[in-house]
């Protein structure tokens, strides 16, 4: 994914389509979600998490997922916002990756190259994409597609991804809604 594909699916995730989404409206903690007995989050499971999101959106010119602590923020935001079904999705979806990773590589997914992380993710979106396709909508979202949502929402809203990855006007002026915009640029923040 480059990053102009990477904007243009924030910008539909910040119109509330992700798990989660009447969280990030309400701003707090539903009181009533309850954690997942399954719901740990290790030292590993973090680094993990930072892999998959280094691998979605790498280092380039700017920094990537991974420098801003995306696995921390999935931690957060899984823990807070998800309800415990999607939690266990979400914890799942981390084993079935390291399990499709030992199956294709023979490997655990942190042990692979970088190269093989992003063969295996690019297989794990076609395949969440096919799924979404056919999904009724009383079905939970692909575990991967959490983790992918969680990763743009995160980067473009950390201070990295707002002001190395996209332009970034500390004190705008005037609002102006038609700015001339040149193949290659940074899209605003």
Not at 15 to 27: A, D, K, P, Y
Not at 72 to 81: A, F, G, H, L, N
Not at 106 to 126: G, I, P, W, Y
Not at 148 to 155: A, H, N, S
């Amino acid at each position: 994914m480059n990053r102009r594909e990477a904007i243009s699916a924030v910008s539909i995730l910040l119109g509330g389509t992700i798990v989660g989404s009447n969280i990030f409206l309400s701003g707090c903690k539903d009181p009533d979600v309850k954690v997942a007995e399954t719901l740990s989050f290790d030292q590993d499971k973090i680094a993990m998490m930072d892999e998959i999101g280094e691998t979605i959106i790498p280092a380039t010119n700017t920094p990537g997922a991974k420098a801003s602590k995306i696995g921390e923020y999935m931690k957060v935001i899984v823990e807070d916002c998800y309800d415990e079904k999607n939690q266990k999705i979400f914890i799942e979806g981390l084993a079935k990756i390291n399990e499709a990773a030992k199956k294709k590589f023979d490997k655990a997914f942190l042990e692979t190259a970088a190269n093989q992380r992003h063969a295996l993710l690019v297989d794990l979106d076609n395949e969440q994409k096919e799924y979404m396709k056919k999904k009724k909508a009383d079905e939970p979202s692909h575990y991967f597609r959490m983790m992918k949502e969680l990763t743009l929402l995160g980067y473009f809203t950390s201070e990295i991804g707002c002001t190395q990855a996209l332009r970034y006007v500390d004190v705008p002026g005037k609002y102006e809604g038609c700015v001339p915009y040149k193949k290659g640029e940074k899209a605003w923040a």
